[in-house]
T-cell receptor
Framework: DTAVSQTPKYLVTQMGNDKSIKCEQN?????MYWYKQDSKKFLKIMFS???????INETVPNRFSPKSPDKAHLNLHINSLELGDSAVYFC????????????????FGSGTQLSVL | GQNIDQPTEMTATEGAIVQINCTYQ??????LFWYQQHAGEAPTFLSY????GLEEKGRFSSFLSRSKGYSYLLLKELQMKDSASYLC?????????FGSGTKLNVKP
């Protein structure tokens, strides 16, 4: 009963190829995200969707195209892969912390390690 | 960005107490969060603060001082399984801004 699941876990591919990463959450959360973690371990937000609608696009190259067919799924398609795209990509979903404010608690998938050769 | 700074790496002994600091420069945020990330795994939620002060959750506590731009995570009774990276993050308008994390090595 995995909460946030993403596939594949490892992705090795050549420069110039197109690849997709899939993500699904069974937590009933309204908001989903894609984060990129580089070699220096910085986690940076790429996209956020709320109920299938894009709410954050963090100046990511348009080679990256997220798609949310429903609020439980957020897939990431990457065109014309470049060496600099090598990183670990984390899908996440969130729910309010319940403290009456606007804070959210993130739940991450296990990550996809993308290696572009 | 939010200029979130954490020490890169720390070492502590099993059974001891360790404090991991996080400083930031920002005009405002909703809450400050701490996540634990074991090597090769996903980050998992540990604790968060909205108001100044100490939040205690078992062996883990987190402290926030908004006026000083400072937070810390306190880990008590360290166990070997606590060896991991600890990420400080600010939540602001649907975004989380993460620090680069502090790698904690717990030795016997």
């Amino acid at each position: 009963d995995t909460a946030v699941s993403q596939t594949p876990k490892y992705l090795v591919t050549q420069m110039g190829n197109d690849k997709s990463i899939k993500c699904e959450q069974n937590l009933g959360h309204d908001t989903m995200y894609w984060y990129k973690q580089d070699s220096k371990k910085f986690l940076k937000i790429m996209f956020s969707y709320n109920n299938k609608e894009l709410i954050i696009n963090e100046t990511v190259p348009n080679r990256f195209s997220p798609k949310s067919p429903d609020k439980a799924h957020l897939n990431l398609h990457i065109n014309s892969l470049e060496l600099g795209d090598s990183a670990v990509y984390f899908c996440a979903s969130s729910r309010p912390t319940g403290d009456g404010g606007t804070n959210e608690k993130l739940f991450f998938g296990s990550g996809t390690q993308l290696s572009v050769l | 960005g939010q200029n979130i700074d954490q020490p890169t790496e720390m070492t502590a002994t099993e059974g001891a107490i360790v404090q991991i600091n996080c400083t930031y420069q920002t005009s405002g945020f909703n809450g400050l969060f701490w996540y634990q990330q074991h090597a090769g795994e996903a980050p998992t939620f540990l604790s968060y603060n909205v108001l100044d002060g100490l939040e205690e959750k078992g062996r883990f506590s987190s402290f926030l001082s908004r006026s000083k731009g400072y937070s810390y995570l306190l880990l008590k009774e360290l166990q070997m399984k606590d060896s991991a990276s600890y990420l400080c993050a600010l939540h602001d308008f649907n975004k989380f801004y993460f620090g680069s994390g502090t790698k904690l090595n717990v030795k016997p």
